[in-house]
């Protein structure tokens, strides 16, 4: 394995359909995913995250562009490739006929792991999602929460160096996702790579070392969760609720967004006193917080919406 | 093209056996399935029993052919149904596993599976049927290349759907049409004379055409033998490597 564990450079996909215009899903993505890195893909739907998974895994063939995994052309060598990648796929479910147990084990020994690594790698994913209570049972018989994990549990065991994962913790509880994401750390310090979609925005902070935000097939921007928070232009929220409130009053602080009933100010903490006094002063009921991937993920696509 | 066939066999096939071990514990579970197929096949051979004795040796060798033609066209249902509903080609195919490996394993693994009841029917054909080595060993093979057409044709088609609901249109269709429509069940000499060659290009008609004349129950020229051996042949190699490739191809487009 040689060179970063994914690299793209402007890559385009357009898919074709008879009867209907073009659609432009990926529109040159240029990005770069470093050994042992967790890295997000984030955006809308249909922003053409799950274009590029699929595109990166093997699945499906780029327009133009060009995409590398350890050094390894993807569109040219998908049997190079295959090997170092393991994919969760976005909706995927686990065959309803076998237990956690058999799928996790039948995954492995087809993708030509011997027997006992393969039975212990299972048992060791097993307990790793939770689903030692349920393992024996058919999939058919288990939750949403308990399908998806098992799916996961899959796909980690492989401890594959590169791994994808499309909304790996849909459906699952709060529980079910901290076990998710403790898995998926311990995954990287033993070396594996991960990059995955979600649109958790807290699960991409904890989880990321880096983000990218996706609109349209484009990248708008890239950066750790602390990057683009600072981004928004302070790092509190000051949520203010009561009558009369006018979003110009505040626009000096920072930037200003209204729900309707509540006004949202992004303020830099030396100037949160000020503005908390006006507050009081006004009679105004104020929330004090910090500033969340959220805030900024709206305020990054929106400016994007609006640009367009 | 020259580069989808240029995999060295022991890589061509990888994952195979342990996908075909999953597909048999997948389809396992299916036994309500399979007891209601023997049954129905069981039904309809004591229908022939009654209606005229002398047609069951034709009636149990075309309940063989078309078994195993029945066992392959699961592969389209199966296929689709992973593909579509459980997103299973991306978890297989973005592995070390080989598409092939995973065309061929899914259809073994309800080969396996469901063999049984075919079993029953052939060891229940003893009775009726004049075997002889060579009789069983035509039997054997006509039964691997139908199925192995089936199995074929069956994974090619289960690429172009996006809805499992319209395949159940096209499966009604290929059962009637190879099942059905052109002999398999009773004799060729049944079938219009005109139309006798089309059959003979059919595969399941075709072998059980050779299977009956084999027994005696029909009798065939020697280009009618020709057309329907050659026929039968070429187009289980033709779609049979044309599943293989197929499935590499697709394997690009999940």
Redesign the interface.
């Known amino acids: 394995m040689t060179g970063e564990a994914l690299w793209s450079d402007r890559l385009r996909k357009v898919y074709e359909t008879r009867g209907a215009p073009p659609v432009e899903a990926l529109r040159g993505v240029s990005l770069e995913v470093h050994r042992g890195e967790r890295v997000a893909l984030l955006g809308r739907n249909g922003a053409g995250k799950t274009t590029f998974l699929?595109i990166a895994?093997?699945?499906?063939?780029p327009t133009s562009g060009r995409i590398e995994i350890f050094g390894e052309d993807v569109d040219r060598r998908?049997?190079r490739v295959?090997?170092y990648?393991?994919?969760?796929?976005?909706?995927?479910?686990?065959?309803f006929?076998?237990t956690p147990r058999?799928q996790v084990y039948?995954?492995l020994?087809?993708?030509?792991l011997a027997r006992e690594t393969a039975r212990a790698r299972t048992e060791s994913a097993i307990e790793q999602m939770g689903l030692e209570s349920v393992a024996d049972r058919?999939a058919i018989t288990l939750s949403g929460g308990q399908r998806q994990r098992t799916?996961v549990a899959?796909?980690i065991a492989?401890e594959a160096p590169l791994l994808?994962l499309d909304e790996p913790s849909i459906g699952m509880d709060p529980f079910a996702r901290r076990d998710v994401w403790d898995s998926l750390r311990g995954l990287t310090r033993k070396g594996s790579t991960l990059l995955l979609t979600t649109h958790y925005l807290d699960e991409a902070e904890v989880l990321s070392d880096r983000l990218y935000i996706v609109e349209g097939g484009r990248v708008l921007v890239q950066g750790t969760a602390e990057e683009l928070k600072r981004s928004v232009g302070g790092t509190l929220k000051v949520t203010l609720q009561g009558p009369g409130i006018v979003a110009d009053e505040f626009q000096s602080f920072g930037a200003c967004v209204s729900d309707g009933s509540a006004l949202t100010v992004i303020v830099d903490p030396p100037r949160l006193a000020e503005l908390l006094q006006i507050a009081v002063q006004r009679k105004l009921t104020a929330g004090v917080g910090p500033v969340t991937l959220e805030e900024a993920f709206l305020r990054v696509v929106g400016r994007s919406i609006n640009a367009e | 093209m020259r580069s989808e066939l240029a995999?060295a066999p022991s890589?061509a096939f990888?994952?195979l056996g342990?996908?075909l071990?999953?597909e048999i514990?997948?389809?396992?579970?299916?036994w309500l399935a399979m007891g209601t197929s023997m049954v129905v096949q069981g039904v309809l051979l004591v229908f022939v029993w009654i209606l005229d004795p002398s047609l069951l040796p034709v009636s149990f060798l075309g309940a063989i052919l078309f078994s195993m033609f029945t066992m392959g066209q699961r592969v389209l249902n199966e296929a689709a149904y992973l593909r579509i509903?459980?997103?299973?080609?991306?978890?297989?195919?973005?592995?070390?596993?080989?598409p092939e490996?995973y065309f061929l394993?899914m259809a073994i693994g309800i080969l396996v599976v469901y063999v049984g009841p075919v079993l029953v029917i052939g060891l229940l054909s003893i009775w009726v049927v004049p075997y002889t080595p060579a009789i069983v060993l035509l039997l054997f093979l006509l039964a691997l290349a139908v199925w192995l057409f089936s199995a074929s044709t069956g994974y090619i088609f289960s690429t172009f759907f996006r809805d499992n609901r319209a395949i159940w249109a096209y499966s009604s269709l290929f059962f009637n049409l190879f099942g059905v429509l052109f002999p398999v069940f009773y004799p060729l000499s049944l079938f219009p004379a005109d139309l006798r060659s089309v059959a003979l290009l059919l595969p399941p008609s075709a072998a059980a055409a050779l299977l009956q004349s084999s027994i005696g129950a029909t009798s065939l020229s020697e280009a009618q033998i020709a057309l329907a051996a050659g026929g039968l042949a070429v187009e289980v190699t033709l779609i049979l490597l044309g599943a293989i490739l197929w499935a590499r191809r697709t394997?690009?487009?999940?």
């Open positions: 699929k895994s093997t699945l499906l063939r998908p049997d295959r090997p990648i393991a994919v969760v796929p976005q909706e995927g479910k686990p065959f006929h076998l058999e039948t995954y020994r087809a993708r030509g058919l799916m899959t796909v492989t994808f | 995999l890589r990888r994952g342990s996908f071990w999953t514990l997948v389809q396992a579970h299916e509903d459980h997103k299973a080609n991306d978890l297989y195919l973005a592995s070390p596993m080989t490996g394993g394997s690009r487009e999940a």
